[in-house]
Nanobody, 120 residues
Framework: QVQLVESGGGLVQPGGSLRLSCAASGSIFSINAMGWYRQAPGKQRELVARITSGGSTNYADSVKGRFTISRDNAKNTVYLQMNSLKPEDTAVYYC??????????????WGQGTLVTVSS
């Protein structure tokens, strides 16, 4: 019913930047909060950043001042601008959203993930 598709991952050197995008499609009536999570090898999935429909944001302490989350409600898309990347940012990044469908049901779909590798 609802799909999230991430893009923008890749290999970048320490100190570099990447911009991730996540587009939602399907039977969408409205979208509440949208967020980015990441999972590094051998670690649990963790919240990176979250943004409400009104634009309020919160970030993991480890990315504050380096990452910026934003959204385009007209395009049902959320972005994650990542600057000053560090090797410890290496992970698969996942998008998540709170979606009210056209059938007035509530879903929290996940994207398929996009790999970010920070290495020299």
């Amino acid at each position: 019913q609802v799909q999230l598709v991430e893009s923008g991952g890749g290999l970048v050197q320490p100190g570099g930047s990447l911009r991730l995008s996540c587009a939602a499609s399907g039977s969408i009536f409205s979208i509440n909060a949208m967020g980015w999570y990441r999972q590094a090898p051998g670690k649990q999935r963790e919240l990176v950043a979250r943004i409400t429909s009104g634009g309020s944001t919160n970030y993991a302490d480890s990315v504050k001042g380096r990452f910026t989350i934003s959204r385009d409600n007209a395009k049902n898309t959320v972005y994650l601008q990542m600057n000053s990347l560090k090797p410890e940012d290496t992970a698969v990044y996942y998008c998540n959203a709170g979606v009210i469908t056209t059938m007035m049901t509530y879903l929290e779909p996940w994207g398929q993930g996009t790999l970010v590798t920070v290495s020299s």
